[in-house]
């Protein structure tokens, strides 16, 4: 069992930047592969970016290669995400979410085990 909080959503212009993080419960925080997703109003959920248990692999959405970087500090229990270059079209509510059982390549899909209630990101033009 997990419980996580995201928190440093917000309101920034086009070009501008925002650092996520994402806190979490309990002391398996490194047995979990991490990730962002997010949705924006009348779409899907979707991946952002995952990173795995010992931090050393990552996944990154292409629309957001390039221009977000996942990072985690287990000793800390958090897990960010740095969002550079924003766009308005990455405004959305993000997510984090852990996955305790998983292969790593499935983290590029939904069916985490464990959310937190979201953050909004909002990119104005």
């Known amino acids: 069992q997990v419980q996580l909080i995201e928190s440093g959503g917000g309101l920034v212009q086009a070009g501008g930047s925002l650092r996520l993080s994402c806190g979490a419960s309990?002391?398996?925080?490194?047995?979990?592969?991490m990730g962002w997703f997010r949705q924006a109003p009348g779409k899907e959920r979707e991946f952002v970016a995952a990173i795995s248990r010992s931090g050393s692999s990552t996944y990154y959405a292409d629309s957001v290669k390039g221009r977000f970087t996942i990072s985690r500090d287990n000793p800390k229990n958090t897990v960010d995400l740095q969002m550079n270059s924003l766009k308005p079209e990455d405004t959305a509510v993000y997510y984090c979410a852990a996955d305790p059982a998983r292969p790593w390549p499935d983290v590029r899909t939904i069916e985490y085990a464990y959310w937190g209630q979201g953050t909004q990101v909002t990119v104005s033009s």
């Open positions: 309990g002391r398996t925080f490194r047995s979990y592969n």
